[in-house]
């Protein structure tokens, strides 16, 4: 089946303990993305890759890293989480010209 | 497009009615633009695409139309049934393709 998936699809963690989260695609998309999702802010484009070894930032990158070693995988990594991270996260990914495929979710929680 | 705050854009009708859902989109030279279901729970899922060189594309049960002029988009859905509902977002890709920016989203009640 063809998908996204991340995980967690829950986290809770304390502030400034590093956190990773997976994502993995199984389409071979050269677009992959991560978005947050807050109650009255919609989602925001954390990051973006248009290939193994190119990402560029989104709208919101503060606090967070990427990387995309490989064109299947491309995690989200909080190196020193805070409450404002605390959101919903997608990943998703697309081929060129065409619109997202969206995982699950991760809901993070930071204390 | 713009946060409206907690309370989304909200669009009630009866089951069976057509639904038109709204979109104003922000940037004129964006060329590539997406309509997303999200259902509670679930991450947004595509529902159909249009190119900046058309203005209205269909799929099953639902249309898009594409106002350049304004810079607006709308999703129509016909025959709207309980399923239907869920919050729908519009998104716009800019040229290059590399960022796509989402409209704040309008939740679609069907009543049965």
């Known amino acids: 089946e063809a998908q996204v998936t991340q995980n967690p699809r829950y986290l809770i963690t304390v502030t400034g303990k590093k956190l990773t989260v997976t994502c993995s695609q199984n389409?071979?998309?050269?677009?992959m993305s991560w978005y947050r999702q807050d109650p009255g802010l919609g989602l925001r484009q954390i990051y973006y890759?248009?290939?193994?070894?190119?990402?560029d930032k989104g709208d919101v990158p503060e606090g967070y890293k990427v990387s995309r070693k490989e064109k299947r995988n491309f995690p989200l990594i909080l190196e020193s989480p805070s409450p404002n991270q605390t959101s919903l996260y997608f990943c998703?990914?697309?081929?060129?010209?065409?619109?997202?495929?969206f995982g699950s979710g991760t809901r993070l929680t930071v204390v | 497009g713009e946060s409206v705050g907690l309370h989304l854009p909200t669009l009630s009708v009866q089951e069976g009615d057509n639904s038109i859902i709204n979109c104003a989109y922000s940037?004129?030279?964006?060329?590539?633009f997406i309509w997303y279901k999200q259902e509670s729970g679930k991450g947004p899922q595509f529902i159909i695409d249009?190119?900046?060189?058309?203005d209205k594309r269909q799929g099953q049960r639902v249309t898009v139309l594409l106002n350049k002029t304004v810079k607006h988009l709308s999703l129509q859905i016909a025959a709207t049934q309980p399923g239907d509902s869920a919050v729908y977002f519009c998104?716009?890709?800019?040229?290059?393709?590399?960022?796509?920016?989402f409209g704040a989203g309008t939740r679609l009640f069907v009543k049965a």
């Open positions: 389409m071979n998309h050269e677009y």
């Open positions: 890759s248009m290939n193994v070894e190119v990402t």
């Open positions: 998703a990914s697309r081929p060129a010209g065409s619109g997202y495929t």
């Open positions: 998104a716009e890709n800019g040229l290059g393709g590399f960022k796509t920016i």
């Open positions: 249009i190119r900046s060189n058309m």
């Open positions: 940037n004129s030279a964006s060329d590539y």
